[in-house]
C-alpha cells in the first residue's frame, strides 16, 4: 500500500453521505457530501456513493487505481470506530440522526462478538420513557437523537404543524431563549449525562467525544449534561472524566473512516 497517497474515506449517515480525501497526516484535503436517500435501498446508496466518489476523484485529479492508500468507510452500526488521540481508554459518541457510539479501551477498539460493543445509544436511561425503534423503552436514542427531540418539542408547542423542521432548526430556536427550546436542550443533555456516567462508571474512562450535527449545539447540550453527569457518578474514578467536543467536528467521520487504512493495526481485530 502506498502510504504517500490519500485514502478515500466514505461516512454513511442518517441524513448525508460524504466522501472525502483525507491525507496521511490526517488532514481532509477535500470532501463532497450529498442527502442520504429515503429508504436506505442498498442499491439506491450504492449509485449514490458512486457519483459522489467518481465526482470527487476526477476533482482532485486522482486515479482510483493507482492514486489512492485505500478506502475507508464510517455508517451507523458496527463499522463506526472513533479514534482518541493520546487517550488510551475513550468512549466516541455521535448524536445526530440517531445516537451511537464506540469504545477504546487500553488502545484497542473493542468489537465485541457482533461488531456492536460500544452502542450507547441503547443504554436504558429513562425505563419509563419512550417507545425505541429498537424495541426496547427508554433508550437514550429514544430521548435524544434529532428527530425525536423534534417530535417531543413540536408536541410542547414548538413550531406546532411545521415541516420539515430540524435538531438545529431547535437548537437555534433554543440559542434564541425560546423556552421548548431551551427545555429540548436540556431533556437531551441530561439523558446524555446520565448514559456516560454508568458508562464511565462500567469502563474506567479517560475521555468522552461527542460528534455529530447535535453536539453543535454547545453549552446549550453540554451544560445540563454535565449537571446530570456530576449528578449520577459517585466513585472516585469516574468523578473527573471529560466530556468534550469532537475536534474534527463533522469531518470526525471522514478522517476517522481513513484511520481504518492508515493506523489498521489499532483498529482491525486481530490486526
Not at 482532485?60 to 472513533?82: H, I, N, Q, Y
Not at 440517531?98 to 425505563?127: E, K, M, Q
Request: hydrophobic share 45%.
Amino acid at each position: 500500500m502506498a502510504r504517500e497517497h490519500p485514502v478515500l474515506a466514505i461516512d454513511i449517515g442518517g441524513t448525508k453521505v460524504a466522501a472525502g480525501l483525507v491525507e496521511p497526516g490526517g488532514r481532509l484535503a477535500s470532501w463532497a457530501q450529498t442527502e442520504t436517500p429515503r429508504g436506505l435501498e442498498a442499491e439506491q446508496l450504492w449509485r449514490t456513493l458512486e457519483v459522489l466518489c467518481e465526482r470527487l476523484l476526477a476533482e482532485a485529479r486522482v486515479d482510483e487505481r493507482t492514486g489512492l492508500a485505500g478506502v475507508g468507510c464510517g455508517c451507523g452500526g458496527p463499522m463506526e470506530w472513533p479514534a482518541g488521540r493520546g487517550r488510551r481508554s475513550m468512549l466516541g459518541m455521535v448524536v445526530s440522526t440517531g445516537v451511537g457510539g464506540g469504545l477504546v479501551l487500553d488502545g484497542r477498539l473493542i468489537n465485541g462478538p457482533t461488531g456492536n460493543a460500544g452502542h450507547i445509544g441503547h443504554v436504558v436511561v429513562d425505563p419509563g420513557g419512550p417507545f425505541c425503534v429498537c424495541g426496547g423503552r427508554g433508550c437514550l436514542e429514544a430521548i435524544a437523537r434529532g428527530p425525536a427531540l423534534v417530535a417531543w418539542a413540536q408536541g410542547e408547542g414548538w413550531r406546532p404543524g411545521q415541516s420539515p423542521v430540524t435538531a438545529k432548526d431547535l437548537a437555534d430556536d433554543a440559542a434564541q431563549g425560546h423556552p421548548v427550546g431551551i427545555a429540548a436542550m436540556r431533556r437531551a443533555g441530561g439523558a446524555l449525562g446520565i448514559a456516560i456516567a454508568s458508562a464511565t462508571h462500567l469502563c474506567d474512562l479517560e475521555v468522552v467525544a461527542i460528534g455529530g450535527g447535535l453536539a453543535q449545539a454547545g453549552p446549550l447540550l453540554f451544560e445540563p449534561l454535565e449537571e446530570a453527569l456530576r449528578t449520577h457518578v459517585g466513585l472516585a474514578y469516574a468523578r473527573d472524566v471529560p466530556v468534550v467536543p469532537a475536534a474534527l467536528g463533522q469531518s470526525a467521520g471522514l478522517i476517522g473512516a481513513a484511520a481504518l487504512i492508515f493506523a489498521a493495526d489499532r483498529y482491525w481485530a486481530g490486526g
